[in-house]
């Protein structure tokens, strides 16, 4: 999905990194490296550049996101913001660092959006909402305003979040939830009205 954004950001993609020496380069004509040695490898030799990032890392593992992405701003790398032409971005919104907002997705007015979030293909974060840092919030899914989510936490697609909601760090919404009430910090929750399981 990233790839829709390069052009329009002015950006070349020159090397890719997994941690899974079975995946190959979905580019061609570039090159992909494995797991750290592979990325301390490739960074010895191309010192004579400045880099950007992007951890284009989903789901749940918001943290791992979080954590890669300090470690790559560690060793110099910049991280990007990349924000799709067609996505609504609100002129009184804060979005982190390393943010990704996908196409349609929506960010409304007065919203506060963490480090290294990902808001998905059409997505809607509406006013006043707070997303602490490596939060993701699947496609098509909706947060009514003054919603507050938590680190890390992961809300699935088509998931329905209603106003003033507060959910705690490291929780996953299930697909095509209903959040009608508060979700405690580590929750795995599903359904409509979505439960704890």
């Excluded at 110099?76 to 971005?89: D, N, R, T």
Aim: aromatic share 8%.
């Amino acid at each position: 999905m990233l790839q829709d954004y390069l052009d329009p950001l002015n950006y070349d993609l020159v090397a890719i990194f997994d941690n899974d020496p079975n995946v190959l380069s979905p580019f061609e004509g570039v090159d992909i490296f494995y797991g750290r040695e592979g990325f301390t490898s490739w960074l010895a030799e191309s010192r004579d550049s400045a880099y950007c990032f992007i951890v284009a890392i989903g789901g749940s593992r918001g943290k791992d996101r979080v954590s890669i992405s300090r470690y790559l701003e560690e060793q110099g790398l910049e991280p990007v913001s990349a924000i799709h032409p067609e996505a609504y971005l609100s002129k009184s919104s804060r979005v982190g660092i390393g943010c990704q907002l996908m196409t349609r997705s929506i960010v409304c007015a007065r919203a506060q959006i963490g480090n290294y979030c990902l808001i998905n293909t059409g997505a809607s974060v509406d006013h006043e909402c707070k997303l602490g840092e490596g939060v993701h919030i699947g496609p098509g899914a909706l947060l009514a305003g003054k919603v507050t989510i938590g680190d890390y936490s992961f809300i699935g697609t088509g998931a329905i979040v209603l106003p003033n909601i507060k959910i705690g760090s490291s929780s996953i919404i299930g697909a095509g939830s209903v959040v009608t009430k508060d979700i405690p910090e580590g929750s795995v929750c599903c359904g409509n009205p979505a439960k704890l399981i």
